[in-house]
Antibody, heavy 116, light 108 residues
Framework: QVQLQESGPGLVKPSETLSLTCTVS????????WIWIRQPPGKRLEWIGN???????NYSPSLKSRVTMSVDTSKNQFSLTLDSVTSADTAVYYC??????????WGQGTLVTVSS | EIVLTQSPGNLSLSPGEGATLSCRAS???????LAWYQRRPGQAPRVLIY???SRATGIPDRLSGSGSGTDFTLTISRLEPEDFAVYYC?????????FGGGTKVEIK
């Protein structure tokens, strides 16, 4: 059973860059989409985007100007960066594997707070 | 983007009772690419149903999904203690993918 684990700073200052990594164990990145999803406090889950193992990406239009995703197959990891963060980016961030575009295995999530 | 509206927001039921959860889309979901997820406190969300009615691996047959187009339903025939959780629907037929607001099933 594949397992995913998010890692990164739990606190980011406004206007700075949020960076998270998802480490995949129990399986390869090959032939799958890898997905980022977030849930701000009191709000619904929000799809941020996905990246295929080959590197092609799809981003949510609402975040596209600030988001970059990448994969590192040698480390079995994929990453998310979100530029120019504000308090609206405070959320629990989840990484997930995609069976096609369907998230079928999720990490536990990591809380990222944007605050000075 | 497609807006998903889940109802009810909360459901208070007793173990052994049945539950019916609704997910309505603002426009037709392409190819019925509608999934249901369960999230228990402190756990990662897990997929229950995909393609509106296909059970994911390991999901018991007392959970079933139905519907097409804009109206979808998750039915739990007899609630077990592990079923008390929050349920979300997701449409993955069109970008951006979108989630419903969730239904919390709690013990009465």
């Amino acid at each position: 059973q594949v397992q995913l684990q998010e890692s990164g700073p739990g606190l980011v200052k406004p206007s700075e860059t949020l960076s998270l990594t998802c480490t995949v164990s129990g399986g390869s990145l090959s032939n799958y989409y890898w997905i980022w999803i977030r849930q701000p406090p009191g709000k619904r889950l929000e799809w941020i985007g996905n990246i295929y193992y080959s590197g092609s990406t799809n981003y949510s239009p609402s975040l596209k100007s600030r988001v970059t995703m990448s994969v590192d197959t040698s480390k079995n990891q994929f990453s998310l960066t979100l530029d120019s963060v504000t308090s609206a980016d405070t959320a629990v961030y989840y990484c997930a594997r995609g069976a096609g575009w369907l998230p079928d295995n999720w990490g536990q999530g990591t809380l990222v707070t944007v605050s000075s | 983007e497609i807006v998903l509206t889940q109802s009810p927001g909360n459901l208070s039921l007793s173990p052994g009772e049945g539950a019916t959860l609704s997910c309505r889309a603002s426009q037709s979901v392409r190819d019925n690419y509608l999934a249901w997820y369960q999230r228990r406190p402190g756990q990662a969300p897990r997929v229950l149903i995909y393609g509106a009615s296909s059970r994911a691996t390991g999901i018991p047959d007392r959970l079933s999904g139905s519907g097409s187009g804009t109206d979808f339903t998750l039915t739990i025939s007899r609630l077990e203690p592990e079923d008390f959780a929050v349920y979300y629907c997701l449409q993955y037929g069109d970008s951006p993918l979108t989630f419903g607001g969730g239904t919390k099933v709690e013990i009465k």
